[in-house]
């Protein structure tokens, strides 16, 4: 059975930091684009962070600067290191791999269809408050 499972989230003041872990079993990340998704409250799913392979990376404008994918594919795990998180941060936080829609990577809208696309974890929350 494929799982894909995020850890790390939790509650930090503006300013904080945390790292998210994405780790899989019964499933390789190898040869595969690793994505961070989140949803925000009464959002859609966004796409915000991803790499592939050959360590190209993709960040949205908003979390440019702040967070920082990373990858270890000998441990099955890939990361998101988040700091100076902000309020806009809080969101759900979903790992994801290879969510190929018509040739593309599915860059975010409703998320159950979303879902449909490649593999998903379950989601982590992460929020930013004071």
């Known amino acids: 059975e494929v799982q894909l499972v995020e850890s790390g989230g939790g509650s930090v003041q503006p300013g904080g930091s945390l790292r998210l872990s994405c780790t899989a079993s019964?499933?390789?990340?190898?040869?595969?684009?690793k994505i961070w998704y989140r949803q925000a409250p009464g959002n859609q799913c966004e796409l915000i962070s991803a790499i592939s392979d050959d360590d190209v990376t993709f960040y949205i404008d908003s979390v440019k600067g702040r967070f920082t994918i990373s990858r270890d594919n000998a441990n099955n795990t890939f990361y998101l290191q988040m700091d100076n998180l902000k309020p806009e941060d809080t969101a759900v936080y979903y790992c994801?791999?290879?969510?190929?829609?018509?040739?593309?990577?599915?860059?975010?809208?409703?998320?159950?269809?979303?879902?449909?696309?490649?593999?998903w974890g379950q989601g982590t929350q992460v929020t930013v408050s004071r």
């Open positions: 994801a791999a290879d969510t190929y829609f018509s040739g593309s990577i599915w860059l975010g809208g409703d998320c159950l269809r979303g879902r449909k696309f490649g593999y």
């Open positions: 019964g499933f390789s990340f190898d040869d595969r684009e």
